[in-house]
């Protein structure tokens, strides 16, 4: 008999979604995405597939229900991750954001800052793909050219984010990249799916406490901002990414919205005509933002209603989508294979993938 977990037994796993209450948050999620079961409360995050340390997802039903996602790494990471990959945990983190209200001004270090300040293995580099945005809907990203840390300095200490920062606009449709140690906020009225590395590391720079919305007191902020100073990367200063799409069969499309060594986010459409196809060698983060779905893996069907995400092991090797179908498709890239080699099919230069991330014109 194949023990638990073996390859034979891998099925679309539905993990346990970590609900967020901060302040910033609405009713986005289940009014706009169709998304049922969430609190009545105001709903910030949802981390639909998580491996944090104490935000961590388990399987939720099937033989592995009740395992955390953490245990079927350090048991399968090959079957679950993909071939020759090995880790202490899922390598990446996806949520849904709702932004009825303003994030904080923050900052995740980078690699290098958070082993050397934080002693964590990794930081945190993240891509927002914006879902629903008001008209003049805005993102501070970066911090503007010329900048010192001394007037960033001063400029957080009055609250002044705007004169240091630069502010985008932003639009459904749109993805920005954003590399670990950018300083960055967004909202209000903005909805975005979020894919990031796995962690939690993070710096502040306001007067109130996010999670309530409770004043910092002054020691705390000032200690705050000399943390937040010394792991800021004053270089970086994100744009959307431009969307490299093709069509694959009749009424279906693959959108590359963004890629880095650390994760690649895809857009998946199917109309009626053709499902959605798709093979892969590593594991598949699938989250709707369509109507419900009907998805087909390993022999096995899932039915995923609005912002309800599944996530398929390395083993299952292949997904089915019955359209009309609108999936995003999160994954740990082998990026010559999985987003350098598709889309030079596609007649894409090494120059335009390029633009999508963090991935270099030289494959």
Known sequence: MARPGAPADWYPLRLSTPVKPHVFGGHAIARTLGRRGLPDWSVAE?????????????????PLAGTSLRQLVLDHPEELVGAGWSGEFFPVLTKFIDATGTLPVHLHADDATAQRREG???????????????????????????????QLRAALEAQDAD????????????????????LHSFGPDTLVYEIEQTSDV??????????????????????????????????PRPHPVPALGFTVADGVRRTFLTACPSFALERWTAGTTAPLR???????????????????????????????????????????VAGPADVLLGYLPD?????????????????????????????
Do not use: Y
Not at 46 to 62: H, L, N, P, Q
Not at 348 to 358: C, N, R
């Open 202 to 235: 993070q710096q502040h720079a306001m007067r109130w406490n996010m999670e309530d919305g409770s004043p910092v007191p002054d020691e705390e902020w000032h200690a705050n901002l000399d943390a937040l100073l010394a792991e800021v990367d004053l270089a």
């Open 46 to 62: 949802t981390w639909e597939c998580s491996d944090v340390d104490g935000t961590a997802g388990s399987v939720v039903d099937g």
């Open 335 to 363: 990026l010559d294979r999985d987003v350098r080699a598709p889309l030079a099919a596609a007649g894409f230069s090494p120059e335009v993938v390029a633009t999508l991330g963090e991935v270099s014109a030289a494959a």
């Open 120 to 150: 964590q293995e990794n930081g945190k580099t993240e891509a927002w793909h914006v879902l629903a945005a008001a008209p003049g809907a805005t993102a501070l990203c970066g911090v503007r050219e010329g900048v010192t840390r001394e």
């Open 163 to 182: 004169a240091v920062l630069r502010r985008l606009p932003l639009r459904a449709g749109e993805t920005v990249h954003v590399p670990g140690g950018t």
């Open 278 to 320: 798709h093979r892969f060698a590593t594991a598949q983060i699938v989250s709707n933002v369509g109507a419900p779905v009907l998805l087909r893996s390993g022999g096995h069907e899932v039915h995923l209603g609005g912002a309800e995400t599944v996530l398929l092991p390395a083993a299952l090797g292949e997904v089915e």
